[in-house]
């Protein structure tokens, strides 16, 4: 066999995928009848991968036209599956050079995750589609791609969507550092209050309303002048929890099941904040109570 330089593509980020998406393409070549093989070399700074055909194939219109739309399928699942890593690292270190390095690991890992997890990539989006149209015409028309070169100057919806999946991920990591400030803040106004109750139980009654029973599962006197509908929306409940529980600063605090089904924030932060003092009932007796009764709040 006289073998041909059918396809090069120089590719700067190699991932192991990449080999085996092109060992397909080589396996279908071998499937249509023509011996084809997979070339690895090294031309200057840029690694090639060389699909190398017989001349028949080359010479094949039919199945060169074919052949170049599955390549392209390929290097499209190719380039959104695993060329997302070394984009993302790059649009981090160039638009938030001045997070500390150890600060940066973190923020591209939640990148990461919420890349992995966004549905606008995958197989049938407009940027997928983008890049396999982009992959199509290009390979057309060309015996030579740069995969980096056509990255950066061709996949302009892609490349936005890493973009702005990196800034989600600087949000989202300023936002949990300002809370951990918030909780570290929290913690240290809980050590300097002497314990004024030895023990509180939070419920949520039928409304959604926030209700404080004592040791023996009474309506503490001052809950009953709360008026939680005053508070909009949620967080503002939770808010106010937290800020009556650390001013009440009892020694036990149990959180029955509706809690933290229903306000998980809530839970998460008093479990942080009062650490050890909090604990979770999933099945007591009083859980029971509120399951037959939702509108229970309390022996009067």
Same mark, same amino acid.
């Given at each position: 066999?006289?073998?041909?330089?059918?396809? *090069?593509?120089?590719?700067?980020? =190699?991932?192991?995928?990449?080999?085996?998406?092109? !060992?397909?393409? =080589?396996?279908?070549?071998?499937?249509?009848?023509?011996?084809?093989? $997979?070339?690895?070399? /090294?031309?200057?700074?840029?690694?090639?991968?060389?699909?190398?055909?017989?001349?028949?194939?080359?010479? #094949?219109? /039919?199945?060169?036209?074919?052949?170049?739309?599955? %390549?392209?399928?390929?290097? +499209?699942?190719?380039?959104?599956?695993?060329?997302?890593?070394?984009?993302?690292?790059?649009? %981090?270190?160039?638009?938030?050079?001045?997070?500390?390095? #150890?600060?940066?690991?973190?923020?591209?890992?939640?990148? @990461?995750?919420?890349?992995?997890?966004?549905?606008?990539?995958?197989?049938?989006?407009?940027?997928? +589609?983008?890049?396999?149209?982009?992959?199509?015409?290009?390979? /057309?028309? *060309?015996?030579?791609?740069?995969?980096?070169?056509?990255?950066?100057?061709?996949?302009?919806? &892609?490349?936005?969507?890493?973009?702005? +999946?990196? #800034?989600?991920?600087?949000? #989202?990591?300023?936002? @949990?550092?300002?809370?951990? @400030?918030?909780?570290?803040?929290?913690?240290?106004?809980?050590?300097? /209050?002497?314990?004024?109750?030895?023990?509180?139980? =939070?419920?949520?009654?039928? !409304?959604?309303?926030?209700? $404080? %029973?004592?040791?023996?599962?009474?309506?503490?006197?001052? !809950?009953?002048?709360?008026? &939680?509908?005053?508070?909009?929306?949620? *967080?503002?409940?939770?808010?106010? %929890?937290? *800020?009556?529980?650390? +001013?009440?600063?009892?020694?036990?605090?149990?959180?029955?099941?509706?809690?933290?089904?229903?306000?998980?924030?809530?839970?998460?932060?008093?479990?942080?904040?009062? @650490?050890?003092?909090?604990? $979770?009932?999933?099945?007591?007796?009083?859980?029971?109570? $509120?399951?037959?009764?939702?509108?229970?709040?309390?022996?009067?």
């Amino acid at each position: 066999m006289t073998a041909l330089a059918l396809i *090069s593509i120089a590719v700067k980020h =190699v991932t192991p995928g990449l080999k085996q998406k092109l !060992e397909e393409c =080589v396996f279908f070549s071998q499937q249509a009848g023509y011996q084809a093989a $997979l070339e690895e070399k /090294q031309i200057g700074q840029w690694p090639h991968m060389i699909l190398n055909c017989c001349e028949a194939a080359a010479a #094949d219109k /039919q199945f060169n036209n074919v052949f170049r739309r599955q %390549l392209a399928e390929k290097l +499209t699942h190719y380039i959104v599956a695993e060329q997302a890593l070394p984009y993302l690292k790059y649009l %981090l270190l160039h638009n938030y050079f001045y997070f500390p390095q #150890d600060e940066r690991k973190i923020i591209l890992t939640l990148a @990461e995750q919420k890349y992995s997890d966004n549905p606008g990539k995958n197989q049938g989006s407009l940027i997928y +589609t983008e890049i396999l149209h982009c992959l199509q015409e290009f390979l /057309q028309r *060309s015996d030579y791609i740069n995969l980096h070169g056509l990255i950066i100057f061709r996949l302009r919806l &892609w490349l936005k969507l890493l973009q702005q +999946t990196v #800034d989600k991920a600087v949000d #989202d990591f300023l936002l @949990e550092k300002e809370y951990q @400030e918030f909780i570290k803040l929290l913690k240290y106004f809980v050590s300097l /209050q002497q314990p004024k109750i030895d023990e509180i139980h =939070v419920t949520v009654d039928a !409304e959604g309303n926030f209700c $404080l %029973l004592d040791l023996q599962q009474q309506a503490l006197d001052w !809950e009953r002048d709360i008026d &939680w509908d005053s508070c909009e929306g949620s *967080s503002d409940k939770e808010d106010q %929890l937290v *800020s009556m529980l650390i +001013t009440a600063a009892p020694k036990q605090i149990i959180l029955h099941r509706d809690v933290y089904t229903h306000y998980p924030r809530a839970a998460d932060t008093l479990e942080h904040v009062f @650490e050890n003092r909090v604990s $979770l009932c999933r099945h007591c007796k009083l859980c029971r109570a $509120l399951s037959k009764n939702t509108n229970y709040k309390g022996k009067n």
